[in-house]
C-alpha cells in the first residue's frame, strides 16, 4: 500500500502558487501587490496615536509590523509579481503590460519606504504642541466627574456621561482608597461597554448603587450591579434600546447581541422576568421610566432613601 503525500492546505497552496509565478500576471499585480499592499498601508497608521499611547508599545509595533508587512510580506509580493511578469514574456513576448507591471513594483516600493520612514521618524520625533489622543482624552473627561463624595468620604460620586476611560478612572479610584462602600450615580447614559466596566467593579468590591436624580440608559446597568441600591424620593431609572452613535455603519456591533448580554445579567441580579421583558421595549430615541411600586417588586429597587444610610 503507498500513500498518498500529504496536500498543502488553501493558504499554503496560494502562498506558493503566487510566491512561484503561478497564478496569473494581471492577478499577482492588482490582488496580491496593489491591492494587499494598500490594506497594509492602511492599517500601518494604527500602530502608533492615537490608536496606540505607550511609547514602548508603540515602538514594539511599530518595529513588528516593519518586519512583517513591510520585509517578509511586501518580499513574497514582489517575487510573485516578478516571476509572474517573467512568465508572461515567456509565453506572450514582451509588451507595454511588462513595463506597468515593474512601473507599478516600483510605486508600491516608494509608498512602502515613505510610509515606513514616516514611522519610523515618529519614534524619535518631540511631537509640536500636545498630542491629538490627550486633547481627545481631555475633552472626553471634561463630560463626568467621578471621584469621593464631599458629604460622604465612604462613597462615590459619579456625574455625566460614561465616557471611553471612566472605568480606568475607577479602578484607580478604588485602588487608592479602599474604604469605598458604595457610588452614587446621576447619569444619562454613555458608552455601553463602559457601563457594563464600572457594573463588573461594582459587583467586585460589593459596592451599594443609589440613585437621587436620574440613572438612564447605560447607567442603569451599572445601577443594577449594586449589592443594596437605593433610590432617592426624586430618583428616576430610565431604560430603552442600545444603539450605536456614529455616522457609520458599525458591522461588527450586534445591537441585540448586546442587549441579550444586559439581560442576563439582570437575570443574575435577581431582577423580575416581566420587567427583564420591558427593559428594551422603548425605542432608543425615548425613555422608559417605571415606577417605583415596578421596581420595588421587580427587585430592581431595594430601598427608597433621602440620604445613603
Not at 152 to 172: A, D
Not at 235 to 258: C, I, K, N, S, T
Amino acid at each position: 500500500m503507498t500513500s498518498r503525500p500529504k496536500q498543502p492546505g488553501f493558504l499554503a497552496g496560494y502562498l506558493a502558487a503566487h510566491w512561484q509565478g503561478r497564478q496569473s500576471l494581471a492577478w499577482s499585480f492588482w490582488i496580491n501587490l496593489v491591492l494587499l499592499r494598500g490594506v497594509i498601508l492602511l492599517l500601518d497608521r494604527f500602530t502608533r496615536p492615537p490608536f496606540l499611547e505607550d511609547p514602548a508599545v508603540v515602538a514594539t509595533v511599530t518595529v513588528a509590523f516593519f518586519l512583517v508587512f513591510h520585509v517578509a510580506v511586501f518580499v513574497w509580493q514582489i517575487v510573485g509579481v516578478v516571476r509572474a511578469c517573467d512568465a508572461y514574456q515567456s509565453n506572450f513576448g514582451a509588451s507595454g503590460l511588462t513595463l506597468v507591471t515593474y512601473l507599478g513594483i516600483a510605486g508600491a516600493v516608494a509608498m512602502t519606504l515613505t510610509s515606513a520612514v514616516g514611522a519610523f521618524l515618529l519614534l524619535f520625533q518631540e511631537p509640536e504642541g500636545e498630542p491629538e489622543y490627550l486633547a481627545w482624552e481631555r475633552d472626553r473627561a471634561a463630560r463626568y466627574h467621578l471621584g469621593p463624595d464631599p458629604e460622604n468620604p465612604t462613597l462615590l460620586r459619579f456625574t455625566g456621561t460614561f465616557e471611553l476611560g471612566v472605568t480606568k478612572k475607577l479602578t484607580e479610584l478604588l485602588q487608592a482608597q479602599t474604604d469605598i462602600r458604595g457610588i452614587v450615580l446621576d447619569s444619562p447614559g454613555g458608552h455601553v461597554y463602559e457601563g457594563r466596566g464600572f457594573a463588573k467593579l461594582i459587583l467586585r468590591h460589593g459596592l451599594d448603587t443609589y440613585v437621587f436624580r436620574q440613572c438612564s440608559s447605560a447607567c442603569t446597568t451599572a445601577f443594577i450591579a449594586g449589592k443594596v441600591r437605593v433610590l432617592g424620593p426624586e430618583g428616576r431609572l430610565g431604560f430603552h434600546q442600545h444603539w450605536m452613535d456614529a455616522d457609520y455603519p458599525v458591522y461588527l456591533v450586534d445591537e441585540e447581541e448586546e442587549m441579550r448580554k444586559d439581560l442576563a445579567f439582570y437575570e443574575a441580579q435577581g431582577i423580575a422576568p416581566g420587567f427583564r421583558e420591558q427593559v428594551f421595549v422603548t425605542p432608543h430615541e425615548g425613555l422608559w421610566f417605571p415606577s417605583v411600586e415596578e421596581m420595588r417588586a421587580a427587585g430592581v429597587v431595594h430601598r427608597i432613601s433621602e440620604t445613603p444610610e
